[in-house]
Each structure stands twice: as structure tokens, then as C-alpha cells.
């Protein structure tokens, strides 16, 4: 059994979408994150970054004690190993797919993470970082598109792997990152084709119900460090 530490998340949600996808049996431990539980010590025995998701793998392959996983990239090359599932055996896919999580993980997440908290949760508008982060996403937006038409079928080549997983999550904030999906008609046929996977339904799934519509004031300052 793993338990994955979680919250509703483009992060959280590669987890979950790996996991359902391999078949994997997990448990969801919730971590409020609006509240500050990823700054308990139990947390951060696990997570020393402070951030989910992570996990805990009772029955390790080495059939040795517990081991335990931060980082969302960190986690699907670790359950891409134990599945033997989505990370491709041979060197040249094994590297393509690798390159493309650690581009997701260096630079989707990370931009759009800003671009979002600029377009949507900073304290008053700062219009160099609202540009700055804006154009950014497009541009990564154009770099995947491209990749996607050059490969006509997945991110790292013909065949599924964990670039895909790594990266769709943060797609599906399209609408909020203000990008206009039929400008990139690659990543939208590839979108389209991941969201009908049934363990990308069931992985997105996974805690939906308990996001708050609205974040409030006490929330975006433990988030965010911003104020009421």
C-alpha cells in the first residue's frame, strides 16, 4: 500500500493520475495546505520542502523498510520503476521522456505557477509581472505545441509516458493562465486524448469536491505569504 500525501493540485494530481494509471493501490492522507499542515514535523519528515504531494510505500521492491518520495517528478520516476510502467526501457525513449519531465518540472509548472498567482491572487496588479509571466506561459505553450505536432502522438514520442502525466495537470488551468487553447491545436488534441484516458478521469477526480470555489484571505497568506 503507498500512501500519498495530498492535496488538489496540478501537482497532487500527477500523483494520483500515475497511480490509478499503474494500478497501484494507494490511500489519500489529506494535507490542508490553506491551514499550514505541510509545515507539521510529521509532513516534513516526509517532505522537507514543505510541499505536496509525497509519499510513503510500505512494500518497497527491495522488500526493505518503508521509503518515502518528495518532489512529483521524483514520484513518478519512482513509480514508473516499480510498475515498470510509462517510462520507456530503451535508452533513447527512457532519455526523451526524462527530458520532458524535468522541462515540465523546471519550467510548466513553475511559469504557470506564477502566471497564475499574478494574473489571479497577487494583492494588487504589478504590471511588468503580469506580462512577464504571460508571455512566459505562451511560450511554453508554443515549445509543447510544437514538440506535440513534431511527435504526432505524445510529449516524449510515440508512446505515453510520465512527460505526459507530468504535464497535463497544469494544462487544464489553460482558462485561468488566460491561454487560448486554438492557438496551440496540438496541445488541444493531445488534451482532448488524455482527458478520455480512464486513469486520467479517476486521477483528476481525486479530492475535487474539497477545493474551496473562492480562497480566502487566511488562506492566501499561509499559501502565499500575501496579505488579508
Known amino acids: 500500500m503507498i500512501d500519498l ?16 494509471e499503474c494500478g497501484l493501490p494507494y490511500r489519500v492522507v489529506p494535507v490542508n495546505i490553506g491551514a499550514g499542515e505541510q509545515f507539521a514535523p510529521d509532513f516534513l519528515a516526509i517532505s522537507p520542502n514543505n510541499r505536496i504531494p509525497a509519499i510513503v510505500d510500505s512494500a518497497p521492491a527491495d522488500g526493505g523498510e518503508p521509503i518515502s518520495v518528495f ?57 511588468y ?20 505536432a513534431r ?12 512527460a505526459d502525466i507530468a ?3 497544469w494544462i487544464i488551468t489553460h482558462k485561468a493562465q488566460g491561454i487560448d487553447m486554438a492557438r496551440f491545436p496540438h496541445v488541444a488534441r493531445w488534451f482532448a486524448k488524455l ?21 480566502s484571505a487566511d488562506t492566501k497568506r499561509t499559501l502565499m505569504g500575501i496579505g488579508r
Request: charged share 20%; hydrophobic share 40%; with cysteine.
Open 129 to 148: 509581472a503580469v506580462d512577464r509571466y504571460a508571455r512566459e506561459a505562451d511560450r511554453l505553450y508554443g515549445v509543447l505545441d510544437r514538440q506535440l
Open 167 to 169: 504535464c497535463f495537470p
Open 151 to 162: 511527435t504526432g502522438a505524445y510529449v516524449a514520442g510515440a508512446a505515453y509516458t510520465i
Open 195 to 215: 482527458r478520455e484516458r480512464p486513469g486520467v478521469k479517476a486521477g483528476t477526480a481525486v479530492g475535487r469536491m474539497a477545493r474551496p470555489e473562492e480562497i
Open 5 to 20: 500525501y495530498f492535496a488538489a493540485t496540478p501537482n497532487g494530481w500527477k500523483a494520483t493520475i500515475m497511480l490509478e
Open 71 to 127: 518532489e512529483s517528478g521524483a514520484i513518478l520516476l519512482y513509480l514508473a520503476q516499480k510498475s515498470g510502467r510509462f517510462l520507456p526501457a530503451d535508452p533513447r525513449g527512457r532519455i526523451a521522456a526524462t527530458e520532458w519531465l524535468m522541462w515540465q518540472m523546471g519550467g510548466l509548472g513553475p511559469m504557470l505557477g506564477q502566471n497564475g498567482h499574478f494574473r489571479l491572487y497577487a494583492p494588487e496588479p504589478i504590471p
